[in-house]
């Protein structure tokens, strides 16, 4: 644990509790509305949750050589995020422009 500063254990650390809140508001919010694609929004924020904790843990083991596999998920898990966060915001907005009609 002696790779990252204390304020930077705090940025890191509340950037995925921050994240977890964030799901599960997202989720609530698509049940109150009864609208899918809210629920799609939070399925497709969870790479990128996966991509953070990846980084946690690397740097919580110090960067050792032997987990730098969690580099790559993470680099994997960051453009699957980018690409199923694209995708959400799509069905958010055809979903919104289906409403106005």
């Given amino acids: 644990m002696h790779a990252l500063s204390i304020p930077t254990w705090i940025i890191h650390i509340s950037s ?9 508001l997202i989720w609530s919010y698509g049940v ?7 629920w799609g929004l939070s399925y497709a924020m969870l790479p990128a949750l996966i991509s953070a904790m990846c ?12 987990l730098e596999w969690l ?31």
């Fill in 71 to 101: 580099v790559t998920l993470q680099a994997a898990m960051t453009v699957t995020g980018n690409f199923t966060l694209c995708i959400a915001a799509w069905w958010l907005w055809r979903t919104s422009k289906s409403l106005e009609t």
């Fill in 16 to 24: 995925v509790i921050e994240w977890i809140v964030a799901i599960g």
């Fill in 32 to 38: 109150i509305t009864e609208n899918r694609a809210w």
């Fill in 55 to 66: 980084a946690c843990t690397w740097h919580y083991f110090d960067n050792p050589p032997n």
